[in-house]
């Protein structure tokens, strides 16, 4: 752990205000792009990081810095998503038992950039397939997905936050590799070409 | 959809789809490759999948987002202070925890439905039990009028004698010609217990004012008796004795008589069992 990082530490650790200030200015847009990847919706997103810096507040006293300031606060990020995304999957269990005759199971378009069809291209279509193919994962595949793909952050610290083996990881990636390609079976044409 | 990649390799596939290999592990799965059209397929697919997903696109927020971030957030925290509801409530972590820890397991909802039914029908007993008897004990206000010892003896002596009546009604109607020889070992049952309750009913019911059904009870204890002590179901002569004493007696006709005479006096509405009922206990 650099030295910077401890002393800051320290300084949250004592109350002081603008430590918190400055681990916030810091940390802010990758807790937020992090939360953005994994709800695929910007007020989300800010919900989730804010509520994820008021955890770090008040959680601060018990870090005892076996990991990196960086990770734990991913760590929480990612737990809270996964949190909304039980909340939302209950919403949406509820509604799907009020219309029973909903017209397709297949997963709603819930992300600004699905909700916004500026380009139609076919490229852009397999994209947007994929994007909605990664909701069809499991929350713990979608995660370490978008954690290596989307964040590019090691697999070794991706076992780190999610307290998960370094092979957990790895096989978690492989099947959320064979999904994709499962749901991508339609565009087989474009991949050959 | 090409065939499956082989299980061996699939963790080093994976790191190998995003340049997570060390050399060792690089120089195995090369070697691999150079071998398996599987593996090379998936490998393939896999770095065009990639390829066609891209960098994630994220909204590329205003200044003034970012510029009142912390503004934002502090506000939060403001308010949390100041004990405000937020998010974080003790009632909805509690909400939330049920639905996490309960709610959401697949076994919740056919579970809950059927503990439901089972509330259901455990407050149905339990209002048919408690509630609704004395319910229907609750109707007039002649009760007021009138004793209360008597009409209970009064409305029991009536349902006694509804239920002498159906038994001699049955053992008058009994064919003894068929093939197969009747079994009267219920009827036997329940004269017992019809002489039981007429001798609690004759210690009960004012003398005075109950005599002529008096009489009539003790006329039905006799039939009542020799129905008791019928020997076995093929006690058929004695059968015939005791319709001859229905028939001699005219008892059927008696009862009516002192059944319509107890209906003409006032007096409370009691619980009389039903038909069903009566020839239930028959």
Redesign the interface.
């Known amino acids: 752990m650099a030295n910077d990082e401890k002393e800051l530490i320290r300084r949250l650790q004592a109350g002081e205000t603008s430590a918190f200030r400055e681990l916030v200015e810091n940390h802010k847009r990758a807790l937020f792009n992090l939360a953005y990847d994994l709800l695929g919706n910007a007020q989300d997103a800010e919900d989730i990081s804010q509520e994820a810096f008021i955890k770090v507040y008040h959680s601060i006293g018990d870090f005892r810095g076996d990991a990196r300031l960086g990770s734990w606060m991913y760590r929480i990020v990612v737990n809270l998503c996964l949190n909304r995304r039980r909340k939302k999957a209950w919403s949406e269990m509820e509604l799907r038992e009020s219309f029973e005759d909903d017209a397709t199971h297949a997963p709603t378009p819930t992300s600004d950039h699905e909700a916004n069809p500026e380009k139609t291209t076919e490229a852009e279509m397999i994209r947007q397939h994929l994007r909605r193919a990664l909701d069809l994962l499991s929350p713990q595949q979608k995660t370490i997905f978008v954690l290596r793909h989307d964040d590019d952050l090691p697999l070794a610290e991706i076992s780190k936050i999610l307290k998960i083996s370094e092979g957990t990881v790895k096989s978690q990636l492989f099947r959320a590799l064979r999904k994709l390609q499962e749901e991508l079976a339609f565009y087989k044409a474009d991949f050959v070409a | 959809?090409?065939n499956l990649p082989c299980k061996k390799y699939?963790?080093?596939?994976?790191?190998q789809?995003?340049g997570?290999l060390n050399s060792a592990e690089e120089h195995k799965l090369r070697a691999h490759l150079a071998e398996c059209r599987d593996c090379r397929n998936?490998l393939m697919?896999?770095e065009?999948?990639?390829g066609?997903?891209?960098?994630?696109?994220?909204?590329e927020?205003p200044e003034h987002?970012?510029g009142g971030?912390?503004h934002?957030?502090a506000q939060?925290?403001e308010q949390?202070a100041a004990g405000a509801p937020t998010?974080d409530s003790v009632f909805v972590r509690l909400r939330?925890w049920l639905?996490?820890k309960w709610?959401?397991q697949p076994l919740f909802m056919p579970l809950a439905r059927t503990a439901g039914i089972l509330a259901l029908l455990v407050c149905g007993v339990i209002i048919g039990h408690y509630w609704w008897p004395a319910n229907r004990n609750e109707q007039p206000t002649l009760v007021s009028t009138v004793p209360p010892t008597i009409p209970v003896a009064q409305t029991r002596a009536e349902q006694w004698l509804e239920r002498s009546k159906i038994l001699l009604i049955g053992m008058a109607n009994e064919d003894l010609s068929g093939a197969t020889q009747p079994d009267f070992s219920h009827q036997r049952q329940v004269s017992r217990t019809l002489l039981t309750e007429a001798r609690t009913l004759n210690h009960e019911l004012d003398p005075a004012a109950n005599r002529q059904l008096l009489q009539l009870m003790s006329q039905l204890e006799l039939i009542l008796l020799q129905i008791a002590n019928l020997e076995a179901e093929h006690d058929l002569s004695a059968v015939e004795l005791v319709r001859d004493g229905i028939a001699r007696d005219g008892l059927l006709l008696k009862i009516n008589i002192a059944e319509l005479a107890q209906q003409a006096q006032p007096r409370p509405v009691a619980p009389q069992k039903s038909k069903r009922q009566s020839s239930e206990i028959l």
Do not use: H
Request: proline share 5%.
């Open positions: 959809m090409n699939e963790t080093l596939l994976a790191a789809a995003f997570d998936f697919a896999t065009m999948a990639l066609k997903l891209g960098a994630p696109q994220r909204p927020m987002f970012w971030y912390w934002r957030l939060r925290l949390e998010a939330e639905r996490e709610v959401a």
